[in-house]
């Protein structure tokens, strides 16, 4: 009967461990929960804050046409002038290299000045600057302001 008792005593106390171990877990299940949250949520505003400049999307407006449409899906979100100004302006840079290139005999100087133009572009989206590229540059802000 003794060996019994000594069992059951030692189950209980290993039982005891047990529900003690698990509300520890627990605790620190709930801690490590609870500053997860708060770090997802600082990344998150970390997050609005770096997109929210505009200057993002006006640099991913210039990477083919599709880094346009996702900078266009970007600025619909978070409307900014700056990032509208270079969702214009890339859009009638790529819409110059296309026309450009059905015109057979100025096809290679029309690519060499479409390159050019892309490029003074991205620099000035870069360096947060609106400045229109030359020749068409206000015609494309003026043609494409409802973007």
């Not at 005593?9 to 039982?15: H, I, R, T």
């Not at 047990?18 to 949250?37: I, P, R």
């Not at 640099?59 to 880094?67: N, R």
Request: proline share 1%; net charge negative.
């Amino acid at each position: 009967m003794s060996d019994e008792k000594k069992l059951s005593d030692d189950l209980n106390e290993m039982l005891g461990d047990a529900k003690e171990g698990a509300k520890k877990a627990a605790d620190k299940a709930e801690e490590f929960a609870k500053e997860a949250k708060e770090k997802a949520s600082e990344f998150a505003d970390d997050a609005k804050e770096v997109l929210s400049d505009g200057k993002n999307i006006a640099i991913i407006a210039h990477i083919t046409i599709i880094g346009w449409i996702i900078a266009f899906v970007m600025n619909t979100n978070n409307k900014t002038e700056f990032g509208s100004f270079y969702v214009r302006q890339t859009l009638g840079i790529f819409i110059l290299a296309f026309i450009v290139s059905f015109i057979p005999l100025i096809n290679v100087i029309g690519w060499i000045l479409v390159l050019i133009l892309w490029v003074m572009s991205l620099i000035g989206a870069i360096g947060g600057n609106t400045k229109p590229i030359f020749l068409l540059g206000k015609q494309f802000q003026d043609w494409f302001k409802s973007l």
